[in-house]
């Protein structure tokens, strides 16, 4: 994996944390539920996914760091929400937020002496990132087949994360 291509995937996490409006976030999720508001941020995704595979390789091509970008940013929307839904919070700081994203991937942090710092933490969440887009992206190729594979797969992800999200323990998330 190029360190190129990580480091844009770690500059985009920031980018998305720096730009989640958490108030927004608190109103949608007093208003739908937290079930809700998982729901509609994987059909959010969806939408960039199916796009991306309707035209084939073309548009897999073109659109897929647009995909990419998008899929980020429900996954981060959604993780805010779950963090308002638990604990009353909608803001919280990149290296605490990127920490509860790495969890709900099942990226190891460490905790006390063993912790990493949030930027090592980006990285590795940035690679399984990168994982989870090349393993779905072949199923893109073929024109509109790959558009419901690429709605299908980006809804699934946001929907799992969700899941993944609310069985956390976030009390037990560290500062250091």
Known sequence: MAKMETEAVVSALKF?????DGLKIKEVVDKKGIHGYIKHCAGLAATTGVTTGMGGPLTMVVGLP?????????????????VYHRTGSYSLPFDKFIKIVALSLGVRVGTGAAAVGAGLIARQVAKE??????????GR???????????????AFVMAQGKALLALDLDHISDD
């Open 16 to 20: 998305a944390h720096s730009h989640l």
């Open 66 to 82: 647009a995909d990419v970008v998008n899929v980020i940013a429900q996954q981060f929307r959604v993780t805010l929400a779950v």
């Open 129 to 138: 990132i990168i994982k989870r887009v090349s393993v779905r992206t072949a």
């Open 141 to 155: 190729v073929i024109p509109i087949v790959g558009g419901v594979v690429g709605g299908s797969v980006n809804f």
